[in-house]
């Protein structure tokens, strides 16, 4: 009885990330004039965040409170709501999505994990989360958005393995070619393109993001940044920042090749031509 009372009490939350970026001023003003949603403050120290609810009839305690986080860096954060729910919600965000990704990504590229509610304090025990049911109710608000923070970043680095594995695919062919000693066509304008990509990626990876250092707003709440960090070692935040960041160093290497490649192509035309002339003269 008590497997099955526990079983009952399992709610579940869904990260997505469905685009480069949100408008969250524009979101922000399309969800102050409706009538089935609500938006509720977060601390002053939070930026680039909305924190939303759906307006139920009944009054419900926290576990079973529907809502949801987005991230201004296109990710979002649903607690226990159901699919077709956050299939309508996420038809509103979508008019707000600045650069949206395709629905393919969208449907293989999601982080769910499982939460109740206990009489001790929150942890993540194996993949569930235990949110302590006695705590006030901002405590209790911060804690899953602690829970958000960590899987809305997870679920963002996918996208950015996925777009670097097309990368990677994109250039397989260049070190055979050259191990072949054949000619590699790429255009000046092709290579500084290959390059561009990677430079995005590793300024979103290292620099535009919280993948490689604890966010600001854990600072002076401990308790709120061991649950964020146990949650990113289970998520494996870290070895797969690190795997991504040596990828792209190899892949830095090897546009920085193709560049010395094109360079030494183009002195050896301009020798050429050169010497073309003095032989006309």
Known sequence: D????????????????????????????YLQGSKFYSLSLLP??????????????????????????????????????????????????????????????????SEQLPYYSVNENSCLKYDTILLNSNKDKETQKLEKFTCSIATALSVKLAIWEIALDKYVSS??????A??????????????????????SLRYQINLASDL???????WDRDNLEQLYIKLCTYLDMSGRTKVMNEKLNHCTELAELLRTHLSEKHSLRL???????????
């Open 2 to 29: 008590r497997k099955e009372s526990k079983e009952d009490s399992i709610r579940y939350f869904t990260s997505y990330a469905t685009a480069e970026r949100y408008d969250l001023d524009g979101l922000k003003r």
């Open 44 to 109: 002053e120290d939070v930026q680039d965040v909305l924190h939303v609810y759906i307006v139920q009839k009944e009054p419900c305690n926290f576990i079973d409170r529907k809502e949801a986080f987005l991230f201004r860096q296109g990710s979002s954060v649903y607690w226990n709501f159901q699919s077709d729910e956050i299939q309508k919600f996420q038809e509103i965000v979508k008019k707000f999505a600045l650069r949206p990704y395709h629905q393919k990504l969208l449907s293989t590229e």
């Open 171 to 176: 250039i397989q062919w260049v070190p055979e």
């Open 178 to 199: 050259l191990r072949e000693g054949q000619q590699v066509r790429m255009s000046r304008n092709e290579i500084l393109k290959k390059t561009g990509e990677l430079l």
């Open 212 to 218: 490689l250092i604890v966010p600001d707003f854990f």
């Open 271 to 281: 020798e050429w031509g050169i010497i073309g002339l003095i032989a006309i003269e």
